[in-house]
């Protein structure tokens, strides 16, 4: 049945390789529709998520950024797939890096760097653009996926770019490996984590909140320079991201204080664009204490 799977997903790969942009995204209105009006896909987590984080705005407010959150999704999706077949100067000219030339001092030193971010508008593509912008070594840390023959199609896609996809269960080996080479960890850090106790509780839109250990743990032990992702889409199809330096000696910080400067980082990133964040994720379902 995996197999099977993998077959109806390469289909897929193909298809929406061949279908043209003003094309493609006629099929994400689709899958919006679908998504949103026919399935009604986690629109209770996505509720709540939204009232959680802006008490303040109208119900009038919310649906709007509810209805324009899932045509986000929609177009992530199909974005996503098409950049298996995408060529390095479509990915370079629809993902532009503004600020490149702030890994070269770490390249120099070869030292190696954290990249955290959040699931705010397009980030699948982040995978393929950010080796065609930089000569240092891209690692990116992610949850496998079910399907083990998908999964591997996704790292084969990623090492033709140049970027080291990691499975999340072997980041402390990557890490061993890597942070003393001019590479570049790139870490998506607002999912909710697994386990609580581990967590760094941070007040984020007013709740705490529970963020994940990882980045700061990594950055603390090997004291590696962490910058902040910052990523806006210009208009459909169309993103630019430049990155923001969160602190250049993380050895001498305190416990926490790394992940309280990614969430307030993010916070303000997400208000800007409300619906290009990922609020299906179930952010808040642990509560601290």
Known sequence: MEFFT??????????VGITPFFLLYGFSNFVCFMLYRVVGYRKAVVRSNLK?????????????IEKASYKNLADIFVEGVKGFTMSK?????????????IFEKYYKQNRGVIVVAGHVGNWEWGAFSAAYFTKNIIVGL???LSNKYIDEFAIRSRAK????LASIKKT???FKEYANKPSVFLMAADQSPSNPEKSIWVDFFGVDTAFLHGPEQYARKYNLPVLFLNMYRIKRGKYEYSLELLTEDSAKTSPG????????KLEALIKQQPESWLWSHKRWKHSKG
């Open 6 to 15: 993998y077959l109806l997903f390469l289909f897929l790969v193909a298809l």
């Open 52 to 64: 959680k984080a802006f008490p303040q705005k109208t119900a009038k407010e919310l649906k709007r």
């Open 89 to 101: 100067k479509s990915i370079m000219r629809r993902h532009r890096f503004l600020n490149p030339e």
């Open 142 to 144: 992610y949850k496998p």
């Open 161 to 164: 770019a140049g970027t080291i």
């Open 172 to 174: 402390r080996l990557f």
């Open 257 to 264: 204080q790394i992940t309280v400067l990614f969430a307030k």
